[in-house]
């Protein structure tokens, strides 16, 4: 009777470790989980400006030479928990850029962006997907933000000093630029895939420019994609044809199609000057749009 009991309670006490262990590992995996999961962002596009009459064929590759197209200069606000507000692009303001291009109904991108209730100061990163002057502009709009770009799309244009290597970079933003990097707020991504911040990776691009990349975001929708230059228009995905201008049009295609692989859904895949995303996101209105 006495060696019945004892065997008992020797079972009895290895079924409760069991049951302990696998509590414990069932708690452990539940916060690994929880720590792991990626915050969530709200996106918005933000349209700073309208260039009218632009040309469709310095859109899309073949285009018909005679249509026109009236883009939307666009800058996109990534909104996370804890205050972390991310642009991707910087758009433009600079006095030589407006009388070239003459914009029309045009605000300074800081002033677009602070619609959204988000001050200039408030901005704590920006994204530059490239060096063209329409999306770096603006970067010294932003006093507080650390600025996330290529290697080898910075060391390709310009050097420490600020010396123009490759035309594609306006002289005044190189300069801004270079300023940036000796304050130390300029962080160089190396290459494909990287997780620059919480819950946003950038991926290196269609050769729009030397290496130009493109940022995905995790969403309540799930995960969108800021083509940015790498798509201008829904029409380059729709009709799978390149940007025009591109150093190399098969990677803007094999791009184009490795965007609907990232994308949780191909609505969520965001082109960089479609005027098209302001009627398929309407809401809030007034220049932005919520991507949802």
Known sequence: MLQRTLKQTRRRSRVAALTSVAIIALTTATLGAFRLAPPVYDVFAVRYATIPNFKASGLLEGADTSRRIDIAMTVWLLKGPDGR??????????????????PVD??????????????????????????????????DLFPKARIWI?????????????????????????????????EGRVNLVDGDGKEIIPGIRVYTGGKHTFASQLATVNTASGTVVIASDNMYLYENMTRHVPIAQTLDRQSNLRTQDRM?????????????HDPDVFVRFPEPGNGIAHIR
């Open 85 to 102: 507000n991310v642009l991707v692009d910087a758009g433009f303001y600079r006095d030589n850029f407006l009388r070239q291009w003459k």
């Open 106 to 139: 045009f605000e300074k991108p800081s002033e677009a962006v602070a619609r959204t209730g988000v001050k200039p100061e408030d901005v704590t990163d920006i994204i530059v997907s490239h060096v063209h002057w329409d999306h770096l502009d603006g970067v």
């Open 150 to 182: 290529q290697r080898e799309e910075f060391e390709h244009h310009l050097d420490s000093a600020g010396t123009v290597k490759d035309r594609a970079i306006n002289a005044a933003d190189a300069k801004v630029l270079a300023e940036l990097a000796k």
């Open 260 to 272: 609907k692989t990232l994308a949780s859904n191909q609505r969520l895949i965001i082109p960089g």
